[in-house]
């Protein structure tokens, strides 16, 4: 169903509570959907905790959390990352450890425990297919870990390069290329194999890059355009070559493509392209946007336009904003509030007569 | 009407949790930020209706390694005094810093407020700043 400016509206399903300070992230389960389960997401928390929900839509409150992490982490958990599986959950901490936790009939049990980082982790996640494991953090570090049999981690390459805190990690969604964005507004790329792993292109602003601190970065399904999103209050979309990068050389450089300016006032934390390209923001004035490629222009290249802004959508700044796997528009935020909140973007239906 | 945390009417201009900002303790010397002309009236911004505050300051040296601090010492204040929907922003006073930029990245950067603010250290710091002076 085709959706346009003003002939969509973005419905608020349900209001999860529970998290006793605010809430930084959250990850939907990928495994879910094929498996055909019900959807599962997981959130941290400034509480040190991690709580696992789960949708039961023969209940009312459609709803629960049917897990607290708890005990593991002393300070905040910043960030947290499913395996492509399913089957393990990765947790990064400002207490500078990433914990890894494997789902044992129903309980959560942390199996293991990643050291290494100086100080505050702030992202972490997996590869395509399971194998590695990326995490950064305030140490302006990037580091990539092998997951070996029997939830064994073993670290295989320590990445400097940034010149200030590393806020997050995201590896390409079909070859094994790690992108990092910072403090020091680059975005940055590295590619290697074993523990041979190098730095090969950085984003700044020679390259039509963010001027001041790169939060979040997002791939659309196909692996050839990102989105990233900045304190400096803009959006940027970037695109490769599928081609080339898909080749033997693994690898093939970014360039810039548009700048979204004007629709955001303060900070943009969090930003992920679905599936069906809508772009969803999630920002520091509390407000959710949407944003889609705009096919009625008649420039060179595509731009992007705002679908729909739902401004109070919490009442503190957003910290995350998730589309969940699967077909139906629904999408999950997070927020200095405490709160979860569940969304569908629907389209209005208009019918003769009403 | 809208209430502050200490119950005064925030639609009046100079209310009491924001002036007392200027009662805060510098962290390097016994006397309060306004004392120190750190903190002056006007340099304290509030927008009741868009819910924003910005604080300007300046610090007592320019190359004043204890900026951080002061900044920080200001964020908890306000954050301990204001009702969650409002929106601050911290600066120094433009010219007052040899690190102006990077004060002010670092002063609004949220995470990086977080992390500080669980480090015991800072906490203990900015307590004593933020401690009521008696006599």
């Known amino acids: 169903m085709e959706l346009y400016e003003g002939g969509c509206e973005l419905k608020l399903l349900e209001t999860l509570a529970g998290h006793s300070d605010r809430v930084w992230s959250l990850a939907w389960n990928p495994a879910t959907v094929a498996a ?49 599986s399913g089957k393990l959950l990765a947790t990064a901490s400002f207490d500078a450890t990433t914990a890894i936790w494997e789902n044992v009939g129903g309980d959560y049990e942390c199996v293991s425990t990643l050291e290494g980082h100086e100080n505050e982790v702030k992202s972490v996640s997996w590869n395509a297919s399971g194998t590695l494991l990326a995490t950064c953090g305030r140490d302006k570090s990037v580091w990539i870990w092998e997951v070996q049999p029997g939830n064994e981690f073993e670290c295989v390459s320590v990445l400097q390069g940034h010149t200030q805190d590393v806020k997050m990690v995201q590896w390409h969604p079909s070859t094994d290329v790690l992108f990092s964005c910072s403090y020091d507004n680059t975005i940055k790329v590295w590619a290697g194999d074993d523990d041979d792993w190098q730095c090969v292109q950085t984003l ?52 810039h493509l548009c700048t979204l300016t004007g629709y955001h006032d303060r900070s943009i934390f969090s930003v992920h392209w679905s599936s069906e390209d809508i772009i969803a923001s999630g920002a520091a004035d509390d407000a959710i946007r949407f944003f889609v490629e705009n096919r009625d222009g008649l420039v060179d290249g595509p731009t992007y336009k705002l679908l729909l802004k739902k401004e109070k959508a919490h009442d503190m700044d957003i910290n995350s904003i998730q589309w969940s796997p699967g077909e139906k528009r629904l999408l999950a935020s997070a927020s200095d509030d405490g709160t979860i909140k569940i969304w569908e973007l629907a389209s209005l239906c208009m019918e003769n007569g009403h | 009407m809208d209430r502050c945390k200490c119950n005064s009417d925030l639609s009046s201009p100079k209310h009491c949790n924001i002036e007392r900002l200027r009662d805060i303790k510098d962290p390097e010397h016994p ?15 509030v927008d009741d209706v868009q819910s924003y505050v910005r ?38 006073a433009p010219g007052s810093h040899a690190s102006e930029a990077s ?22 710091m900015v307590d004593e700043c933020l401690a009521p002076s008696y006599g």
């Not at chain 1, 708890?70 to 960030?79: A, K, L, Q, Y």
């Not at chain 2, 407020?113 to 015991?120: D, S």
């Open chain 2, 31 to 45: 006397y309060s930020l306004e004392e120190l002309k750190v903190i002056t009236e006007d340099a304290i911004e």
């Open chain 2, 103 to 124: 004060v002010n990245k670092q002063l609004n950067d949220k995470e990086r407020v977080a992390a500080a603010l669980e480090n015991p250290n800072l906490v203990d």
């Open chain 2, 55 to 92: 604080v300007t300051f300046t610090p007592t040296v320019e190359h004043c390694s204890m900026a951080t601090i002061i900044g920080l010492c200001l964020r908890v204040k306000l954050l301990r005094s204001l009702p969650s929907r409002y929106k601050v922003d911290i600066r120094v």
């Open chain 1, 204 to 255: 700044g602003e020679p390259n039509s890059g963010h001027s001041s601190t790169v939060w979040a970065l997002s791939f659309n399904a196909g692996g050839d355009k990102m989105v990233t999103c900045s304190d400096d209050l803009t959006l940027k979309i970037w695109e490769t070559d599928n081609i080339q990068m898909h080749s033997g050389d693994g690898y093939a450089p970014w360039r």
């Open chain 1, 36 to 84: 055909g389960t019900p959807l599962v997401f997981a959130s941290c928390s400034g509480d040190k905790t991690v709580r696992i929900w789960e949708n039961t839509p023969s209940h009312s409150a459609s709803w629960t959390c049917k897990a607290v992490l708890e005990d593991t982490h002393t300070r905040t958990v910043r960030s947290c990352a499913w395996s492509p």
